[in-house]
Nanobody
Framework: QVQFVESGGGLVQPGGSLRLSCAAS????????IGWFRQAPGKEREGVSC????????DFADSLKGRFTISRDNAKNMVYLQMNSLKPEDTAVYYC??????????????????WGKGTLVTVSS
């Protein structure tokens, strides 16, 4: 059974940092492009970025460039999202997702094939 599990969410003050992790079980991440998405309360889901097997990145949200960085460690079967200079508007449930392709495509910003259950990030003082 393919599962993706996010962790690392929580409460952080504005200006703080968090690193989210996405762990895979039942599958080797080598075979997948992995993306991060988020959904804020009352808003539509938003694609954050995608990382290909070889490390190539497509940023889906230009507004997050420079603050959010996606990375992966194929040896550990993990993908990460480093979030810096967090703002209250970054409050959302963050999901990792996988596509049945080793390379990211721009259309993955609309969604991918496999999803985790999400981890809540709350940015508040």
């Amino acid at each position: 059974q393919v599962q993706f599990v996010e962790s690392g969410g929580g409460l952080v003050q504005p200006g703080g940092s968090l690193r989210l992790s996405c762990a895979a079980s039942g599958v080797t991440l080598d075979d997948y492009a992995i993306g991060w998405f988020r959904q804020a309360p009352g808003k539509e889901r938003e694609g954050v970025s995608c990382i290909s097997f070889g490390g190539g990145v497509i940023d889906f949200a230009d507004s997050l460039k420079g603050r959010f960085t996606i990375s992966r460690d194929n040896a550990k079967n993990m993908v990460y999202l480093q979030m810096n200079s967090l703002k209250p508007e970054d409050t959302a449930v963050y999901y990792c997702a996988a596509a049945g392709s080793t390379h990211c495509l721009p259309e993955y910003s609309y969604g991918m094939d496999y999803w985790g259950k999400g981890t809540l990030v709350t940015v508040s003082s």
